[in-house]
């Protein structure tokens, strides 16, 4: 919980993404994955990941979560794909570590993080060893590619905003050869554990969004707000309405990720696992409902967000002054309060900064398909099947 609530509070701040859980995620993962490995195998992956990550915490580094593989023929398993590399693999095994080929989608932070953490991005077949590997790297490891692209609100002339100090960028990462010692392996082979990996990581990310989400929801509706209130218009009952619905999503969404936490077990290294039923139902509300938050902004913001005049025009000497006359809105909120207010709709919703955040609130840590997928893997259904029945006189012996 004390994540979660960090979260909210730090995303509120920086009104984004504060680009800490991926790496977060990953070790919390890693560090019940490797007990179980141990405990099923006899290997050493367990004191192994320790030691990396007291290294890692003693330097106060930033990691990114190199998961999504690029997959190939998505109808095709890893060992069957034509180019056996469109999965992440061992391609060579010597006796100072391993030797890795592949490339990885979607890495936020990857070009401005300290550390890679590599591991599989689903479950393998025995056939698959070779994909069935974790393992941590320098991002700047010789053969490591990051081709990155950045989202940045546009840069201010004399309208400083605390949103226009920070940005974003997401990697296409190629691992060409990449060398990596034992000590930074964390799996090798046990292809039966890249699964429990995979869907461990998933699930802290999701959990991870029950903070985050929220919060970008609270940004969105109080810009919301706040354009309704220069506008006259705070008051009106269907502003106040759609004004509802935002809290009603942001705080379902975060007592989700509450009653996960509290719902949580705890794993044999010690490390708490969330409830994956209501961590997943909290991922799904977040995914489903983000663009109907940015239609909702849109709607009470009008028109302007997306032909708001440039900054210079509101400090050129003569447009200066009739955009101050013309962009009034309630006599007592000064106009340039009006086009700070405006700019902002624009960052948010109407900039490639804020459609950008719209993908990664349906897709970041899973698509709403994958909750509904993980909900329905993990649900007892059939204790509520056992309740119909009883509500209905049905015999337990009958229609199962």
């Not at 990114?64 to 034509?82: I, M």
């Not at 034992?182 to 969004?209: C, I, P, Q, T």
Request: glycine share 8%; proline share 3%.
């Amino acid at each position: 919980m004390k994540k979660q609530e960090m979260t909210r509070e730090l995303c509120q701040r920086s009104g984004r993404c504060i680009q800490r859980c991926m790496g977060i995620d990953s070790l919390n993962g890693l560090s019940v994955v490797t007990k179980e490995i141990d405990e099923a195998t006899g290997s050493n992956y367990y004191e192994r990941f320790t030691k990396y990550l007291k290294w890692f915490q003693e330097n106060d580094l930033i990691g990114n979560a190199a998961q999504t593989d690029v997959k190939g023929d998505r109808s095709l398993r890893p060992h069957q794909q034509a180019d056996l590399d469109l999965y992440l693999r061992v391609v060579e095994r010597r006796e100072d570590g391993i030797v890795v080929r592949g490339a990885k989608a979607h890495n936020s932070i990857a070009a401005y993080a300290d550390e890679l953490l590599v591991f599989p991005t689903r479950a393998m077949t025995s056939e698959e060893g070779d994909w069935a590997v974790a393992f941590a790297i320098p991002a700047d490891a010789e053969g490591v590619y990051l081709i990155s692209v950045p989202h940045i609100h546009k840069t201010r002339k004399e309208l400083k905003a605390p949103i226009t100090e920070y940005g974003t960028m997401h990697a296409f990462t190629v691992f060409d050869n990449v060398f990596v010692p034992w000590d930074r392996v964390f799996m090798n082979g046990e292809h039966k554990f890249a699964g429990r990996l995979a869907s461990l990581f998933a699930l802290y990310h999701r959990h991870s969004y029950t903070g985050c989400k929220p919060a970008l929801t609270d940004v969105l509706m109080g810009t919301a707000a706040v354009v309704a209130d220069y506008s006259g218009l705070g008051k009106v009952s269907h502003v106040r309405d759609k004004l509802a619905d935002m809290i009603a999503v942001a705080e379902l969404v975060y007592a989700a990720g509450i009653a996960s936490a509290v719902k949580g077990k705890k794993a044999s290294s010690g490390t708490m696992i969330p409830n994956t039923i209501y961590a997943n139902v909290g991922r799904y509300h977040a995914g489903v409902k983000i663009y109907h938050e940015y239609e909702t902004l849109a709607d009470l913001a009008g028109g302007l967000a997306a032909t708001l005049p440039l900054e210079g025009d509101f400090l050129n000497p003569v447009t200066g002054k009739l955009l101050e006359k013309y962009m009034k809105r309630k006599a007592d909120v000064p106009s340039e309060y009006v086009h700070r207010a405006y700019r902002l709709v624009e960052n948010l919703i109407a900039s490639s900064t804020g459609a950008a955040a719209g993908i990664s609130g349906v897709h970041g840590g899973g698509s709403p398909i994958m909750e509904k997928i993980a909900i329905m893997a993990n649900y007892d259904l059939e204790s509520k099947k056992r309740l119909a029945r009883t509500l209905a006189g049905i015999p337990e012996k009958v229609g199962k």
